[in-house]
């Protein structure tokens, strides 16, 4: 919330192993401890949307709405002035409020930016939006979850980088807005940590899973809140010898205790996990023995230890695993670690 209430100067990146909770705190502060008076929250998710040309991202960002006649005039008029699509005051942008999943836009300003192709267009009618909104006296805020499914897309060059431009505008240069991008892709974040253009213009968030104390009280919550009764240490250290801190994993057993053992809750799940792994290895050895070879070699490095410094394992090999979900990279920190503490055992369990 600090942040927040702060002045718009940096984008902040929130990033995290799978499942580890970082939609879900956005949405918490969003959508439970914003002032809705104050601010205009943007969520933009991208998750399960096909983005593969330029019509799709920006189908994704806008909420078409139809115009009256006379915004059209005004619009056709400020067009004509200042050679690009702008913004008219109509009711659809005064009454924004509180969290919107896309930018509302008129029909006919949609389809210019849609025909002229031109990004610098649609970064223009966006901040003119936001600045409407900073008009009106609320602070707007814009959050692009799983931003890394346009990270190879082309227009004119990659559009990351003409948005990682156009976000340092909105906030180190202009103060307008603040910026989240979450990614659950570490490799991503390692891309985007090595952009010398982002240099002194970003902060990295890491969303992990709870540390044991926090997963112990997590579980008590839990336990009392669905089973109305309390687990017993022994109960409590046996899962988070498991799981972990993982909070899906967590939901799922104590969800599960209503009508079945412990013991059979988690020997199955552990079962499930090494099972896709053990396939997984031999998809690998099946196409490339060399790989396989490198690949068990690069895990047996996790029988003793669940965290290793990232330059242990070479970078081609490392690379593979995160992509596969294997692995979780944490570039800030130069670390690698199983994407879970499921993950971990079924590596012991199997080597």
Not at 82 to 92: F, G, L, Q
Not at 179 to 196: G, K, P, Q, T
Request: hydrophobic residues 40%; glycine residues 4%; aromatic residues 12%.
């Amino acid at each position: 919330m600090s942040i927040i209430e702060g002045e718009p100067n940096l984008i902040y990146f929130i990033y995290g192993p799978i499942n580890s909770g970082k939609t879900a705190l956005i949405n918490e502060i969003i959508n439970n401890r914003l002032n809705r008076d104050k601010y205009v929250v943007f969520y933009i998710n991208l998750r399960g949307i096909f983005i593969s040309k330029y019509d799709d991202f920006i189908e994704v960002l806008f909420e078409v709405y139809e115009e009256s006649f006379i915004d059209k005039i005004k619009r056709l008029f400020l067009s004509l002035i200042n050679d690009s699509p702008d913004v008219v005051k109509s009711p659809a942008l005064l009454n924004i409020t509180g969290v919107v999943n896309a930018i509302p836009i008129p029909k006919n300003t949609l389809n210019e930016l849609l025909k002229g192709k031109e990004v610098k267009n649609v970064f223009k009618y966006i901040t003119n939006v936001l600045m409407e909104i900073k008009r009106e006296g609320k602070r707007p805020i814009i959050i692009i979850d799983e931003l890394q499914k346009i990270g190879d897309m082309k227009i004119n060059g990659f559009l990351i980088y003409e948005l990682f431009n156009y976000f340092v505008d909105l906030t180190k240069e202009l103060h307008l807005c603040h910026v989240f991008c979450i990614s659950s892709d570490s490799l991503f974040i390692e891309r985007v940590y090595n952009e010398a253009m982002l240099e002194d213009r970003a902060s990295y968030i890491l969303v992990d899973d709870f540390d044991k104390e926090t997963a112990i009280k997590f579980m008590d919550f839990l336990s009392e809140e669905i089973l109305n009764k309390k687990l017993s240490d022994n109960e409590k250290e046996l899962i988070y010898s498991y799981v972990g801190g993982k909070p899906v994993d967590i939901i799922y057993i104590i969800n599960e205790l209503r009508n079945k053992e412990l013991m059979n809750i988690l020997n199955f799940m552990l079962k499930e996990e090494t099972q896709k792994l053990k396939y997984f290895l031999e998809d690998v050895k099946e196409e490339d023995e060399e790989l396989y070879k490198k690949v068990v070699d690069a895990l047996k490095i996790f029988k003793e230890n669940y965290e290793v410094e990232d330059i242990k394992i070479p970078k081609k090999i490392r690379e593979f695993l995160v992509k596969r979900n294997i692995l979780f990279l944490n570039p800030i920190e130069g670390t690698l670690k199983p994407q879970s503490f499921l993950v971990w055992n079924a590596i012991k369990e199997i080597l």
